[in-house]
Antibody, heavy 114, light 113 residues
């Protein structure tokens, strides 16, 4: 069974940092291109960024609103995906999902507020 | 970026009746590899999105056959043959033909009349 189990998240002040994790199982994580998607509560879905597999040089791409502030990485030895979020803004408040193709994590809420 | 536009944004339906959601893209989603990467997701209240349809018309495992997808180029449709109570939620189209980024439609809220 494919599982993406997320951890991290919580309340952080503007300008602060937070790291989200996504532990994968049930599929070949090492060959998967992994994504982060976010959703402001009650609103639509917004793609945040992607990391390719090691064989594709672990290339990353980011949405314009987070470029330069967020960093996606992966640890294939632990089948885990990460999202490092720095210089957080109030508008980054959202539920963050890790996703690959048709499989999504359970989501984790990040609240940026003073 | 490709802009995805869904209609309607709200869809009240009667149980057992059909429902249809349209999704238009700002440019053709035909990929150079011959595929068209248009997906449909369902998000039930309080849940993560769940993919129903990939590459326009392929149903994911476990998805009831009352769901079907069709279309090509820039015009796509999700149909629910006979709406059931468990189908309540928000439906999103998303393109992955021209990414990054994935781009999502605004979402269509399906509710029971």
């Amino acid at each position: 069974e494919v599982q993406l189990v997320q951890s991290g998240g919580g309340l952080v002040k503007p300008g602060g940092s937070l790291r989200l994790s996504c532990a994968a199982s049930g599929f070949s994580f090492t060959t998967a291109w992994m994504n982060w998607v976010r959703q402001v509560p009650g609103k639509g879905l917004e793609w945040v960024g992607r990391i390719k597999s090691k064989t594709d040089a672990e290339t990353t791409d980011y949405a314009a609103p987070v470029k330069g502030r967020f960093t996606i990485s992966r640890d294939d030895s632990k089948n885990t995906l990460f999202l490092q979020m720095d210089s957080l803004k109030t508008e980054d408040t959202a539920v963050y999902y890790c996703a690959t193709g048709g499989f999504w994590g359970q989501g984790t809420l990040v609240t940026v507020s003073s | 970026d490709v802009v995805m536009t869904q209609s309607p944004l709200s869809l009240p339906v009667t149980l057992g009746q059909p429902a249809s959601i349209s999704c238009n893209s700002s440019q053709s989603l035909a990929h150079s590899d011959g595929n068209t990467y248009l997906n449909w997701f369902q998000q039930r209240p309080g849940q993560s999105p769940r993919r129903l349809i990939y590459k326009v018309s392929y149903r994911d495992s476990g998805v009831p056959d009352r769901f079907s997808g069709s279309g090509s180029g820039t015009d796509f449709t999700l149909k629910i043959n006979r709406v059931e109570a468990e189908d309540v939620g928000v439906y999103y189209c998303v393109q992955t033909s021209h990414w990054p980024p994935w781009t999502f439609g605004q979402g269509t809220k399906v509710e029971i009349k």
